[in-house]
């Protein structure tokens, strides 16, 4: 009987020219001779043995002249795909629908993975969640996944668009530049049913207050009884 013990390493350089991995060393204690009992068979005459592998050199070429950095992802496989939590052929004021994307990327670790970015659209309020990052393994090598999930609300009736999603990447089997599109995305909104239409609002009129003046206007019998109080006053 043997066991066999088999570790797989990712390298990912972070410069161009000749990288030399160097040998992985082995140090194992062999049985030599009986052992000494029955019941533990490795306990006995042992002998230190050490092995090891060959040294590894690859040769690093760099980023292609033309690409900007941003879009420079180097990668076997990456796809692109969306999700709706809600038909979008039913969507009302009011509601809210989550759109879930998912980059996913062979060869790449999921830190790596570039963000998607949305634009303000009116009508449409988004509310982004908390990104998801997640490395997996399958006979590719390793595979980086991220996924964005972000909740949509229309807050009126109309006719929207998500615009597509382009992620720029670049083929290390065929060594050329592709494109990981995610297409725009159509869909009304409609009132939702008893709904009533916001009124138009409109400015008020200026309260404008015009002042009034009164003229001060004295009675006529007040004048004469004065004259009447004042002359009695003389007389006496």
């Given at each position: 009987?043997?066991q066999?013990?088999?570790?797989?390493?990712?390298?990912?350089?972070?410069?161009?020219?000749?990288?030399?991995?160097?040998p992985?060393?082995?140090?194992?204690?062999?049985?030599?001779?009986r052992?000494?009992?029955?019941?533990?068979?490795?306990?006995?005459?042992?002998?230190?043995?050490i092995?090891?592998?060959?040294?590894?050199?690859?040769n690093v070429?760099?980023?292609?002249?033309?690409?900007?950095?941003?879009?420079?992802?180097p990668?076997?496989?990456?796809?692109?795909?969306?999700?709706f939590?809600?038909?979008?052929?039913?969507?009302?004021?009011?509601?809210?629908?989550t759109?879930?994307?998912?980059?996913?990327?062979?060869?790449?670790?999921?830190?790596?993975?570039?963000?998607?970015?949305?634009?303000?659209?009116?009508?449409?309020?988004?509310?982004?969640?908390?990104?998801?990052?997640?490395?997996?393994?399958?006979a590719l090598?390793?595979?980086?996944?991220?996924?964005?999930?972000?909740?949509i609300?229309?807050t009126?009736?109309?006719?929207?668009?998500?615009?597509?999603?382009?992620?720029?990447?670049?083929?290390?089997?065929?060594?050329e530049?592709?494109?990981?599109?995610?297409?725009?995305?159509?869909?009304?909104?409609?009132?939702a049913?008893?709904?009533?239409?916001?009124?138009?609002?409109?400015?008020?009129?200026?309260?404008?207050?015009v002042?009034?003046?009164?003229?001060a206007?004295?009675?006529?019998?007040?004048?004469w009884?004065?004259?009447?109080v004042?002359?009695?006053?003389?007389?006496?």
């Amino acid at each position: 009987r043997y066991q066999v013990i088999e570790r797989v390493f990712a390298f990912f350089p972070s410069e161009t020219g000749e990288l030399v991995i160097p040998p992985i060393t082995l140090q194992a204690n062999l049985l030599s001779g009986r052992p000494r009992s029955l019941f533990d068979p490795m306990v006995g005459n042992t002998r230190t043995h050490i092995k090891r592998t060959e040294p590894l050199t690859l040769n690093v070429i760099a980023q292609p002249d033309g690409i900007p950095l941003a879009d420079w992802l180097p990668a076997a496989r990456v796809t692109l795909d969306q999700t709706f939590s809600k038909d979008l052929s039913a969507i009302k004021v009011g509601d809210s629908i989550t759109r879930t994307v998912r980059l996913s990327a062979v060869g790449v670790p999921a830190a790596q993975l570039p963000p998607l970015f949305y634009r303000d659209i009116d009508g449409l309020k988004f509310y982004p969640d908390q990104p998801q990052v997640k490395d997996n393994e399958n006979a590719l090598g390793i595979v980086g996944q991220r996924i964005e999930q972000t909740a949509i609300i229309a807050t009126r009736p109309g006719s929207f668009t998500l615009p597509a999603q382009v992620v720029n990447w670049w083929d290390v089997q065929a060594n050329e530049a592709r494109q990981a599109v995610l297409p725009a995305v159509n869909f009304e909104v409609t009132q939702a049913p008893g709904a009533v239409p916001a009124p138009s609002i409109e400015a008020p009129a200026p309260d404008i207050t015009v002042p009034v003046v009164v003229a001060a206007h004295t009675p006529w019998y007040w004048v004469w009884q004065w004259w009447l109080v004042t002359a009695a006053l003389l007389a006496i």
